[in-house]
């Protein structure tokens, strides 16, 4: 009807302010605007359209909510995103969902949610051959490894880093730094905490070879 569409153009509206306000780096504005954007869309008839646009809204305030350092309502956002992705068939969501949380459950100390969501990130990349999503997480899996000093699952997963990226040594792949610099790094500390010897070094040769690690 003319009234539904109406109520359905707002939380459009407001996302779409929000993305300028976002793009322009006024932060609270752009959350305020996309909180909007999400109360509008509880009170338009639940569908397809309005998941869709509901997920997109939460995954856009990720950048204004992060620059806040307010990682627990990313949290919140994703895990609702993950929800509606999984309810209403959106595996692209679900990628970037994935690769989200594990980084966030290695930054906030929980091994085993990180872990499990590295696991979650290597199925996605299997189902969809996606090296990036593949490296994302072996990438903090292997951290993962290392912080609670599984250092053999460690190694083993820095050494499928290294196989997966040969020949794209300098391609970040999604990540914030070179992954086979940072899988150098943490191979080279796992084999001397196991007390290899010419592991480590090995490993820091390829690590500086390759530039700049993940932080």
């Known amino acids: ?5 109406g109520w359905a153009k707002g939380p459009r509206i407001a996302r779409e302010a929000g993305d300028r ?18 109360g509008a869309l509880e009170r338009v008839p639940p569908s397809a359209e309005t998941a869709r646009l509901g997920v997109e809204v939460r995954l856009a ?3 204004p909510l992060w620059r806040a350092g307010q990682l627990d309502r990313i949290h919140e956002l994703y895990r ?51 090296l990036a999503m593949r ?14 000093a599984q ?23 999604g990540l914030s730094g070179l992954p086979y610099s940072g899988a150098a790094h943490m191979a080279a500390w796992s084999l ?8 480590p070094f090995a490993g820091l040769e390829r690590g500086e070879g390759g530039g700049q690690a993940v932080s």
């Open 151 to 173: 250092h053999r699952k460690a190694v083993a997963d820095c050494e499928a880093i290294f196989t997966a990226v040969k020949g794209r040594e300098h391609d970040r792949l």
């Open 80 to 130: 609702e995103a993950e929800q509606l992705a999984t309810r209403h068939a959106m595996p692209e969501v679900l990628d970037t969902v994935y690769a989200y949380m594990v980084q966030y459950h290695w930054a906030k100390g929980n091994p085993d949610r990180a872990i499990a969501y590295a696991e979650r990130c290597l199925e996605r990349a299997a189902a969809r051959d996606d």
């Open 192 to 199: 001397g905490e196991l007390g290899g010897f010419a592991g």
């Open 21 to 38: 306000a976002s793009a322009l780096f006024v932060d609270a504005r752009a959350v305020e605007l996309y909180e909007t954007a999400l």
């Open 1 to 5: 009807s003319p009234r539904g569409g």
């Open 61 to 63: 305030m990720r950048p």
């Open 135 to 148: 490296v994302t997480g072996l990438f903090y899996r292997a951290h993962t490894y290392l912080t609670i």
